[in-house]
């Protein structure tokens, strides 16, 4: 065989290479005898062979070198998809159809060449009607074809499937990887890569040194280009979760402020127990145009745990869940009583709110909050994830067993969340008091609620519009898929809701570098914090108070001394509510989007949303 000839040519089968020269033979004799028959010998038309064994992809990169191809769709099923890649050329845009972006591609390619008369003629494609070369060309347009930048190219790339490490080496070979970390034992090894590229570090985990070094490029190929690295076509298909990720470089500075925080107090208070396993925090942004010009930590939370039935408190003086959002969102209720009264005395610069014409104060133009959690919130959003997600890794192995998506509970003394009971379950406060375990709803079911009602509560709903997160960063165990079914998608499309309550999407998205979790056992302690305030508060999350049986700061009974001071300020000709149960339940816009939240529960089969005793409201 020619050893000159392409490593393609020489994978074609005997059959294939003896036809070819059969035929080079018969059209050589045809050749002959013509021009034995017709005059003069002519000079006989070299033929280029190495063209004929090119595919139609090859041969067009090397006519049109840096033309850029579009993924116009894909569709059907993971077994059967389907893929439309397009080119536009001169004025002209082709298509291809395939089950493979390859595919698809090389039908394209071959439209065009056809339509050139660029394809070699031993083909037997002389005489193609150029026209409309097998119903390709689609349309005409006056706009000419520009060349894609390198940008582009990476971004297409990327979008594509290609492996993420090449993409870099490819773009910027100046690039270098170094496996800096190996922990873990030989079956469960956790490898750290880190990329080095235009002076900046980028680190990568993984189960091997290739998943590391894929993560690290996949990271660095985010922050530089805003691409999401893909490695299979089910990813590409679905393009329109992208909408719901959060920048990179924002998702890192929430964490990283969260955590400073966090250090910058321990620092300078005296509590003594600051160990904490569950850390979350809700981070203040303000955005001009483009630009998010301001941003502050507002509250922070610690903990994993949750009060015990016996010292649960009709006086609204015990903290019920001491879980560390839960934690972050009391403090973030504490900021907003302050806020609301800087608007009251007419601080309405330093104030977040701006009073509309319905009378409710809502949040000033381009104010937005985030979330940070350390790990996974516990309940739906956490049991489906317990390790980090491989870049390559399937998002949900097992989409459809009946366990994803249900309501969960935390359970007094216990560790972990079960699924709530079928039908439900009623909690009485001689049950709890007689040693029934008290049950709360998981972090994830809550914050699903949060996107429903809002942030504020019920009590401040009477006095503000409801607030919703505009984000939720994680620190380890984030998976988007598991995420996201969660905190809003398992709900599906609320309807229903009155006045501006709404169903809320916000942005999520992990930090770079995931948090390594604590692996020592959780304290029965929970630390907090808020604007406004000096230093950290050490609760005991059995009691839900202070270690010296004080109330929390964030309690419910101090919050409803800031509701009734609010309420004589500014509905002076309005009875006063007479307890917290009946604050609680005049707020008819707020109960009635919490009432249509639950019903989708349970018309979904989900679960029925488990309540604490109301007893523990009529103080």
Not at 324 to 340: N, P, S, W
Not at 424 to 444: A, F, H, I, K, P
């Amino acid at each position: 065989m020619d050893s000159n000839l392409p490593k393609s040519a020489e994978k074609r089968t005997i059959h294939e290479v003896s036809t070819d020269d059969a035929k080079m033979e018969t059209d050589n004799a045809l050749a002959t005898n013509t021009a034995n028959t017709s005059g003069p010998k002519r000079k006989k038309i070299k033929k280029h062979k190495n063209d004929i064994d090119k595919s139609p992809l090859m041969l067009f990169n090397e006519t049109f070198p840096a033309t850029e191809f579009i993924l116009e769709s894909s569709s059907g099923p993971s077994h059967d998809p389907e893929f439309v890649m397009s080119v536009s050329l001169d004025g002209v845009k082709y298509e291809g159809r395939a089950r493979s972006k390859k595919d698809a591609k090389q039908k394209v390619a071959e439209s065009i060449l056809r339509s050139k008369s660029l394809w070699p003629v031993q083909h037997g494609l002389e005489n193609v009607d150029q026209e409309n070369v097998d119903g390709m060309i689609l349309s005409s347009t006056a706009d000419q074809v520009k060349k894609p930048t390198r940008e582009a190219m990476i971004v297409q790339a990327v979008t594509e499937g290609r492996n993420a490490v090449s993409v870099v080496n490819q773009y910027h070979p100046e690039a270098k990887f170094t496996i800096v970390g190996e922990v873990g034992k030989s079956h469960s090894k956790v490898f750290t890569s880190e990329l080095t590229l235009n002076d900046k570090t980028y680190l990568g985990n993984g189960s091997n040194k290739k998943a590391a070094n894929i993560c690290a490029a996949a990271r660095a190929l985010f922050q530089l280009y805003g691409v999401i690295h893909c490695t299979n076509n089910e990813d590409v298909s679905a393009p329109t979760d992208l909408q719901f990720l959060v920048p990179q470089p924002l998702a890192d500075k929430i964490g990283e402020m969260v955590l400073q925080k966090l250090a910058q107090l321990s620092e300078s208070n005296d509590t003594p127990n600051l160990r904490r396993k569950v850390l979350a925090g809700i981070v203040k942004t303000v955005q001009k145009g483009e630009e998010v010009v301001e941003m502050d930590v507002i509250s922070l939370g610690t903990g994993t745990k949750c009060i015990s039935g016996g010292n649960i408190s009709n006086s609204g003086l015990a903290l019920n869940d001491c879980h560390g959002e839960v934690i972050a969102r009391r403090g973030f209720c504490h900021y907003l009583y302050e806020q609301l009264d800087l608007a009251l005395k007419g601080k309405v610069k330093v104030s977040c709110f701006t009073k509309k014409k319905s009378g409710l104060y809502a949040l000033k133009d381009g104010v937005a909050f985030h979330l940070y959690i350390s790990t996974s919130p516990c309940g739906d959003g956490r049991i489906f994830s317990p390790k980090e997600k491989i870049v390559d890794e399937p998002d949900d192995r097992h989409p459809q067993r009946k366990t994803r998506g249900l309501l969960r509970t935390k359970i007094e003394n216990g560790e972990g969340t079960v699924p709530v009971r079928v039908g439900g379950v009623l909690q009485t406060w001689d049950g709890v008091l007689m040693g029934e375990r008290l049950l709360t709803m998981s972090c994830s079911d809550k914050i699903a609620k949060w996107n429903v009602v809002g942030l504020q509560g019920a009590l401040l709903s009477h006095f503000i519009e409801p607030i919703y997160l505009t984000s939720v960063v994680l620190g380890s165990l984030y998976n988007f898929h598991h995420l996201t079914r969660a905190l809003y998608k398992r709900l599906g499309v609320l309807t229903g809701l009155p006045g501006s309550y709404r169903h809320n999407y916000h942005l999520v998205n992990g930090i770079s570098l995931p948090e390594a979790r604590a692996t020592e056992k959780s304290p029965n302690s929970s630390l907090n914090w808020s604007w406004g305030n000096d230093g950290l508060e050490c609760v005991s999350a059995s009691t839900g108070k202070l270690e010296n049986g004080e109330a929390s700061r964030l309690c419910k009974s101090l919050f409803f001394q800031h509701f009734l001071a609010i309420w004589k300020k500014m509905k002076r000709n309005v009875a006063t509510p007479t307890n917290y149960h009946e604050a609680k339940q005049s707020a008819e816009d707020y109960k009635r989007a919490l009432l249509v939240f639950k019903k989708e529960f349970e018309t979904k089969e989900l679960g029925k949303w488990v309540e604490k005793p109301v007893e523990q409201d009529d103080f």
